[in-house]
């Protein structure tokens, strides 16, 4: 059973640059969240994709865009990147049932690199 | 709005300490509770859970009961391996229409030989 996968694992892009990240979920999983990791800090929640819609956002502002596919696969775009777009970018899936959700399960993550 | 602390690190055990790391929450209702385990370079494992009051979630010898009075979740085992060293975060996802996690600031463990 494939878990979730994430690709690239590393990226290195220049400040405006604008980068796309991708996300596989686990098999049978239909929700797929975005999360930001600063060096030394907890995850941040970005947001959630469910049924191709953007169903819950955080705190980021509007540079921060996604995606969701009809399989379930998910991207990330982030525009006129900023050096403290630099983090580890986790993805996690889930499965939605009725109201509630079930347990996130993250992918390795993609690390950027803003220079 | 919800929020999640950890108790600060780093946390440097001997193989077979005991280990207890405190975590307390804030949250508006009814939260699910996680802990969730980083080795180095790799992305978040889910580690345990607790999805209410009392409850009790355990893995790999790891511990933690959802307390309501105290707002806590606190991580412990009774013997640490060196394998064991990871950064830990604890969680919470509040449910109803809040379907994000909620992350501490995470504690770094080493375990020494």
């Known amino acids: 059973d494939a878990g979730v996968t994430q690709s690239p694992t590393h990226l290195i892009k220049t400040r405006g640059q604008q980068v796309t990240l991708r996300c596989s979920p686990k098999?049978?999983?239909?929700?797929v969240s975005w999360y930001q990791q600063a060096l030394g800090q907890g995850p941040q929640f970005i947001f959630q994709?469910?049924?191709?819609?953007?169903?819950q956002r955080g705190n980021f502002p509007d540079r921060f865009s996604g995606h969701q596919f009809p399989n379930y696969s998910s991207e990330l775009n982030v525009n006129a990147l900023l050096l403290g777009d630099s983090a580890l970018y986790l993805c996690?899936?889930?499965?939605?049932?009725?109201?509630?959700?079930?347990?996130?399960?993250f992918g390795p993550g993609t690390r950027l690199l803003v220079l | 709005g919800d929020s999640v602390t950890q108790m600060e690190g780093p946390v440097t055990l001997s193989e077979e300490a005991c280990l207890t790391i405190?975590?307390?929450?804030?949250?508006?209702?009814?939260?699910?509770l996680f802990w969730y385990v980083q080795y180095p370079g790799e992305g978040l494992q889910l580690l345990l859970k607790?999805?209410?009051?009392?409850d009790k979630g355990s893995n790999k010898g790891f511990e933690a009961t959802y307390r309501k009075e105290t707002t806590s979740f606190h991580l412990e085992k009774g013997s640490v391996q060196v394998s064991d060293s990871a950064v830990y975060f604890c969680?919470?996802?509040?449910?109803?229409?809040?379907?994000?996690?909620?992350f501490g600031k995470g504690t770094l463990l080493t375990v020494n030989p």
């Open positions: 996690a899936s889930s499965l939605t049932r009725l109201a509630s959700q079930e347990t996130q399960y």
């Open positions: 098999s049978g999983h239909d929700t």
């Open positions: 994709y469910y049924e191709e819609e953007e169903r």
């Open positions: 405190n975590c307390t929450y804030t949250a508006t209702g009814y939260p699910s």
């Open positions: 607790a999805t209410k009051a009392d």
């Open positions: 969680a919470l996802s509040d449910g109803g229409s809040n379907y994000k996690l909620t």
